[in-house]
């Protein structure tokens, strides 16, 4: 997410709350987060207006975007496919500057995306899908529940898509300007999944930010992370199941993710804990046995297992609320959607559907 995209892309809610990602590289999918209260920013322009564009100039922008995208090899017939309908979508531009606004607590947040009805499908998907679930765990070393619930909290087991044409979407939140050069490599690549027959054009369609198929890949993160799950020489993550698992382990493997490993744990801190050692940053992790000195134990109070396992300490809602001991694994996650919360929720959907 990235190292290409994403998303990509960690949380609010992407389509009815079933997604939640955050905006920056590499994510994968670009839908917005709920945090935790933090103190107020001065707001940067968040009209195209205060941007000094006018959606008039749309148009003229979009022969730059054809510009670029030959200068990039694309061929002219694709090019003029795909623009042949482009349209300034106004809605994509509220959807992106309202993205940061949602403020909600770790268990609030929690109780809305992984409900007993999700767990139920999840763990009904799971055990329908567990032949070729288990021959892609196999191979790239990722447990089969993170993928199931990367697939859950993305695009409801591939129910919910988006319905944006993607070519439009893409030119006009980099017409926006905020992140002009990120959406045009989006817009790009995008072009380029085109241009190499993967999907026609009227059938390129996603969410408002840009994600795409059943795991919600960013255009980037599909041509880095695609792969082919089923051998048949085609990388579908829209209707192939199996080609959409095989894409979500091959991106959490080629992120760092080591085979067979847990994500961490709930613990408690020690009063007076200092904040500024939490996080996920490499040179925060400790030892296990380091931070069972430094106070941290077991969710019920009983000492860690002393252990020479490199771990973080993850505190989503600034010390007010619940900690967690975190492994590689969760920072792995975390390069899907840069978002404590829905690696959280990732995480623990996952151990739910191991059950």
């Not at 609010?12 to 709920?34: I, R, Y």
């Not at 510009?67 to 694309?74: D, E, K, L, S």
């Not at 809605?91 to 947040?109: A, F, G, H, T, W």
């Not at 106070?295 to 967690?324: C, E, M």
Request: proline letters at 4%; a neutral charge.
């Amino acid at each position: 997410m990235k190292t290409p995209a994403i998303c990509l892309t960690v949380i609010a809610f992407m389509l009815s709350s079933l997604s939640a990602t955050a905006a920056d590289t590499p994510v994968q999918s670009l839908v917005n987060t709920p945090i935790a209260p933090q103190p107020e920013a001065k707001p940067a322009p968040t009209t195209l207006a205060q941007q000094g564009r006018n959606p008039a100039e749309f148009p003229a922008f979009v022969e730059t975007l054809k510009t670029q995208a030959r200068a990039q090899g694309i061929s002219d017939s694709t090019i003029t496919s795909a623009f042949a309908n482009v349209h300034f979508v106004d809605r994509v531009i509220k959807s992106d500057q309202n993205q940061l606004e949602k403020k909600i607590m770790l268990d609030e947040y929690l109780d809305r995306v992984i409900t007993p009805e999700k767990v139920e499908t999840a763990r009904a998907q799971y055990q329908q899908h567990k032949r070729e679930l288990n021959q892609i765990s196999n191979r790239t070393g990722v447990q089969s529940q993170y993928i199931v619930a990367l697939w859950a909290m993305e695009s409801h087991f591939g129910e919910i898509q988006g319905k944006e044409d993607i070519i439009s979407a893409l030119a006009t939140l980099a017409f926006e300007g905020r992140r002009e050069a990120f959406f045009t490599k989006e817009l790009i690549a995008s072009l380029k999944i085109l241009d190499q027959g993967h999907i026609k054009v009227e059938e390129l369609k996603g969410s408002w930010a840009g994600a795409m198929g059943q795991s919600q890949f960013m255009p980037t993160s599909y041509l880095h992370y695609g792969a082919d799950g089923d051998g048949d020489g085609k990388i579908d993550i829209w209707t192939n199941t199996s080609d959409v698992f095989a894409s979500t382990a091959n991106y959490l493997k080629s992120e760092g993710w080591k085979a067979g490993g847990s994500w961490g744990k709930e613990i408690t801190l020690p009063k007076g804990f200092d904040s500024a050692l939490a996080g996920t940053k490499t040179n925060q992790g400790k030892t296990v046995s380091q931070w069972q000195q430094l106070g941290i134990t077991q969710k019920d109070g009983t000492p860690l297992h002393v252990s020479k396992r490199k771990a973080w300490i993850v505190t989503p809602d600034d010390n007010q609320g619940r900690s967690f001991l975190v492994y590689n694994n969760f920072r792995t996650i975390m390069r899907w959607n840069r978002s404590y919360y829905f690696a959280i929720s990732i995480s623990m959907m996952a151990d739910a559907i191991a059950k």
